[in-house]
């Protein structure tokens, strides 16, 4: 059974950056691809960031030049830097295992953590 904590969570203001951190136990992550989504309101569920288990990243188009998805092995870790802020951005942010090695379906979530950007 895999967990995964989000942490790095806030508030800040437009312009602002932020690190959204992902611990996973009960499996290693690096043997799969790894993803961040956000959610806002009455709104699905939104891919923001996918990492694949050979390193090769993708972004949604909103995101790109912004955010940075990155994974710490050695802490079963994987990352989100987000700098130049906007409003837009904020949601819940959920860190998700994958099935496979690449972009294929998700199976296990974090419980998710507030990013608000005003």
């Known amino acids: 059974h895999v967990q995964l904590v989000e942490s790095g969570g806030g508030s800040v203001q437009v312009g602002g950056s932020l690190r959204l951190s992902c611990v996973a136990s009960g499996d290693t992550i690096s043997r799969y691809c790894m993803g961040w989504f956000r959610q806002i309101p009455d709104k699905e569920r939104e891919g923001v960031a996918g990492?694949?288990?050979?390193?090769?990243?993708s972004y949604t188009d909103s995101v790109k030049g912004r955010f940075t998805i990155s994974r710490d092995n050695g802490k079963n870790t994987l990352n989100l830097q987000m700098n130049s802020l906007k409003a837009e951005d904020t949601a819940v942010y959920y860190c998700?295992?994958?099935?496979?090695?690449?972009?294929?379906?998700?199976?296990?979530w974090g419980q998710g953590t507030q990013v608000t950007v005003s």
């Open positions: 990492i694949e288990s050979d390193g090769s990243t």
């Open positions: 998700a295992k994958d099935l496979l090695t690449r972009w294929v379906g998700f199976d296990y």
